[in-house]
Nanobody, 124 residues
Framework: VQLQASGGGLVQAGGSLRLSCAASGRTFSRYIMGWFRQTPGKGRDFVAAIGWSADSTNYAESVKGRFTISRDNAKNTVYLQMDSLKPEDTAVYYC??????????????????WGQGTQVTVSS
């Protein structure tokens, strides 16, 4: 599967952005989809993930109540709505896909495919 992330940009603190990740290839509905983020010199941190049918989600504590992950299987797309953004949310955001898993993982090594990343910058 190929993943294409988009929607990043520059926003002031307190603002909102919506990231999108379009997938092509194998059956999208069989993938658990996740978002991770990375800052220079650090590893990829888990942000959020969503199950096959969107009935299960998982969020990092740092984004709970501010970010919402969703998916549209008809459009092969996963979204990350980010509200009340903070400067510490600044990072490159990556979407990831885990094929056929039964569990939503929050670690990057469980994911099989990765998008190219999109930069999110939150100014104070």
């Amino acid at each position: 599967v190929q993943l294409q992330a988009s929607g990043g940009g520059l926003v002031q603190a307190g603002g909102s952005l919506r990231l999108s990740c379009a997938a092509s290839g194998r059956t999208f509905s069989r993938y658990i989809m996740g978002w991770f983020r990375q800052t220079p010199g650090k590893g990829r941190d888990f942000v959020a993930a969503i199950g096959w049918s969107a009935d299960s989600t998982n969020y990092a504590e740092s984004v709970k109540g501010r970010f919402t992950i969703s998916r549209d299987n008809a459009k092969n797309t996963v979204y990350l709505q980010m509200d009340s953004l903070k400067p510490e949310d600044t990072a490159v955001y990556y979407c990831a896909a885990d094929y056929g898993a039964a569990t939503i993982y929050d670690v990057p090594w469980e994911y099989d495919y990765w998008g190219q990343g999109t930069q999110v910058t939150v100014s104070s």
